[in-house]
């Protein structure tokens, strides 16, 4: 059973948020400001839904504390701020995904679960392309020898690209495999996901783009 986190200082909304995803089988917290949240706690959350406006910290600072205490956890900002600098921002400070409100309580049942699903899933194989190794079993990765600490999309991200090297994998394919297949808003996630990989992975095997398709991991 997932523990999610609901970060919301909306009374209703915080509420039925809660009850709607207990009701879907999982455990949840909910805290109604960016100050409540305990982000040192012992029992870190599978899943964290987080407003950005809130009352005391910009849900973008919570976000960032939250990533460099709970590295595996996938958060899920849901916001009426639609601008897409806010997105970039959210996306920079370690969110997986962005949905803008007024959202749909079934689309964002089967985003949590598809996010659920995908981080708990290993695919049994190590693949090896130069001095790149990607476990997919352990969800690890290492640069000649050395391991290279990856968000949970970003390691889903690469383990997409490394299973197919040398293969352009469309825009549209990385969105519906990474994060859903009824995608339907921007991609702009994944060029923030892209662009943070490889600055972790530094010099090859390249992600190449291919203007107009998709991206490509060059075989090194």
Known sequence: MALLWVVEDDDTIRGV???????????????????????????PPDLVLLDLGLPDLDGTEVCRRLRLEHPDAVVVVVTARADEMDVVEA?????????????????????????????????????VLGGLTVDRSARRVSREGREVALRAKEFDLLARLAAEPGVVVTREALMSDVWDEHWSGSTKTLDVHIAALRRKLGPGPAIATV??????????
Do not use: C, M, W
Not at 22 to 39: C, K, M
Not at 211 to 220: I, K, M, Q, S, T
């Open 91 to 127: 996306l920079e400070a370690g969110a997986d995904d962005y949905l803008t409100k007024p959202v749909r309580f079934t689309e964002l049942a089967a985003r949590v679960g598809a996010h659920l699903r995908r981080a708990g899933a290993g695919g049994g194989d190590r693949i």
């Open 17 to 43: 948020l809660a009850s709607r995803l207990e009701a879907e089988g999982h455990r949840v917290r909910a805290f109604p400001d960016g100050s409540s949240v305990p982000v040192r706690a012992a029992d």
């Open 211 to 220: 203007r107009g398709h998709g991206y490509r991991l060059e075989r090194g």
